[in-house]
């Protein structure tokens, strides 16, 4: 049993439901079996009284013994035992008191045998036992299920953080690729790497309005895809084709990982070569619930070594969102197809 939080309305709600039931069933035993009203009420505040005894009696003790024990547990839980069954004993002479001053009888065992006394002291130790066990269980379920909740905290902040870790990895790696493409235009002509940093401005400006999103509209995916393929048209001009076919209620209704359609399109210049006589084509088109990222196959060799971040960080991160299916990949020998599940809101 933990130490460190404890279900006190929870508890007191208990005792008071235990401590009712268990006087009714006396009752109703005893209307069975009796036919003397008032000593049935009599004997029905008896059991309430004994029962609210014990059970708040060992609440007291719980919160006293074991939760401000923490640091001698052991030594807690013995004291906290030993004085839960002395309260049992003291309470069944206190109520066994209240009866008398009610009615003017004594316990009806009060001076015969030892065995008498050896079975009441039986009967109240067994009592306090199954008080215990109900108290015991209610407080394990409690804490069960803060720590069930607590752990699925831990996964949603562990996935947020890691989500971030996978995105910090993608942008870094395009911003370098960005920056060294803008020194290689501005060594050739002035007003076309101008021109290519007007579009890196937009382009980083809108990836970074939502740092911590892990979804995006479709139409903001777009967006900062048609940014990113304008800057690659100022690079390759003819060479590269691109063609984007994607409704209007698909892009401002369904959603898509964030930053996860332009790592594809980069991955589709960086495996392929391409001319102005045999150009690149990509397309982004949807499919049965997918956006599908498609490029011819001209794979003859590599334009820029490959860090493996692209196509990684958009399964884990369709992972982390709980669909191992998220995206799938498909390849002909003549076309490239990334399919991207299009997630609902």
């Known amino acids: 049993m933990s130490l460190y939080r404890l279900p006190l309305k929870g508890l007191i709600r208990l005792n008071i439901i235990i401590s009712i039931l268990i006087a009714t069933l006396i009752m109703i035993f005893l209307v069975a079996v009796k ?6 009420l009599y004997r029905f505040i008896q059991g309430i009284v004994f ?8 609440l007291l003790l ?14 807690g839980r013995a004291l906290f035992y030993m ?18 001053l009610l009615t003017g009888n004594g316990w009806e065992g009060a001076g015969g045998e030892l065995r008498a006394y050896v079975m009441a002291y039986l009967a109240i130790f067994l009592f306090n036992t199954i008080v215990l066990l109900i108290q015991n269980l209610f407080i394990f379920q409690y804490q069960s299920s803060l720590d069930a909740i607590e752990k699925l905290q831990l996964q949603a902040n562990v996935s947020e953080a ?7 990895q993608i942008q870094p790696h395009f911003l370098f690729n960005a920056l060294a493409t803008v020194k290689s235009l501005y060594k050739e002509d002035t007003k076309v790497g101008e021109t290519y940093l007007v579009h890196l401005a937009t382009f980083l400006r809108s990836s970074i309005t939502n740092p911590k999103a892990q979804l995006a509209f479709v139409a903001d995916e777009i967006a900062f895809s048609l940014s990113y393929l304008h800057m690659q ?9 691109y063609e984007i076919n994607i409704s209007d209620q698909i892009r401002k209704s369904l959603y898509l990982p964030y930053f996860s359609l332009q790592p594809l399109i980069e991955n589709a210049l960086k495996h392929n070569d391409f001319t102005e006589d045999s150009p690149i084509m990509i397309r982004i088109f949807t499919s049965d619930g997918f956006v599908i990222v498609s490029n011819n196959m001209q ?11 692209g196509l990684f960080n958009i ?8 669909d191992e299916q998220g995206m799938k990949i498909t390849a002909d020998g003549k076309f490239f197809n990334v399919h991207l599940k299009l997630l609902q809101p």
């Open 83 to 100: 004085s839960s069954y002395l309260w049992t004993i003291i309470s069944w002479n206190l109520v066994i008191g209240l009866y008398f």
């Open 51 to 58: 029962t609210f005894s014990v059970s708040f009696g060992n």
């Open 162 to 168: 890691t989500n971030l870790l996978l995105r910090q």
């Open 315 to 322: 399964k884990e991160r369709y992972r982390l969102l709980g």
């Open 233 to 241: 048209k100022i690079r390759f001009g003819t060479s590269l084709i």
């Open 299 to 309: 794979a003859h060799g590599q334009r820029e070594p490959s860090t493996g971040n």
């Open 35 to 40: 036919h003397d009203t008032t000593d049935i």
């Open 62 to 75: 719980i919160r006293t013994l074991l939760f401000r024990n923490k640091k001698q547990i052991k030594f």
